[in-house]
């Protein structure tokens, strides 16, 4: 292997160990120094050798960018301990919600109500404290309800590089994340 990209290796690696938040592929290219392409070079180099069965964690993207994390086949052991199992489990109901903001975003409040057929103000509190959920402006009819979109959180919480990596739906599931008429819009 070419000398020169096992040191650029090595700068990233210690740049995503170092790092608490994803980085983009631009974000390591300016506090590298390197150009982007060496970057994408590099970052393929790293993927690589922690591909290896002796290394537990590797570079993933997840939430738009470059993280160091544990393998998959390796969580069931490491959550108990290091995962955040108990502080971010959520009830059913939470999930439900969580899905048809994630599926259906942006959303109002009195849309989600419509899909799931009960108040849902105290899920949306509970998905914005547990940063899951934002509100990302307000819908363009009277009376402006706010909309709810999911946060780079969520992305995260749930090991995805972005809105789209979300499990596709079959055409009866499509049909239940369909927006509901309701008075506002």
């Not at 700068?11 to 392409?37: C, D, K, V, Y």
């Not at 052991?77 to 995962?83: D, E, F, P, V």
């Not at 899905?99 to 108040?119: F, L």
Request: with cysteine.
């Amino acid at each position: 292997m070419n000398e020169q990209l096992d040191q650029e290796a090595a700068l990233l690696s210690a740049i995503l160990f170092l790092e608490t938040e994803p980085m983009s592929e631009a974000s390591l290219a300016r506090i590298s120094g390197l150009s982007q392409e060496r970057v994408t070079l590099a970052l393929q180099r790293l993927v690589a050798e922690f591909d290896q069965a002796v290394h537990g964690f590797c570079p993933i993207m997840s939430a738009g960018g470059w993280i160091f994390a544990p393998k998959l086949l390796l969580w069931d052991q490491l959550k108990a301990r290091y995962g955040k199992k108990n502080e971010m489990k959520l009830s059913r109901a939470a999930m439900e919600t969580l899905a048809i903001i994630a599926y259906s975003q942006p959303i109002t409040r009195a849309e989600i109500e419509a899909m799931r057929g009960v108040n849902v103000d105290s899920m949306i509190r509970l998905l914005i404290e547990r940063n899951l959920v934002a509100e990302v402006g307000k819908r363009e009819v009277p009376g402006k309800p706010m909309q709810y979109g999911t946060t780079r959180e969520f992305l995260k919480y749930f090991k995805l590089n972005s809105i789209e990596d979300l499990p596709k739906l079959d055409e009866i599931e499509s049909a239940r994340f369909l927006k509901p008429e309701t008075p506002e819009g």
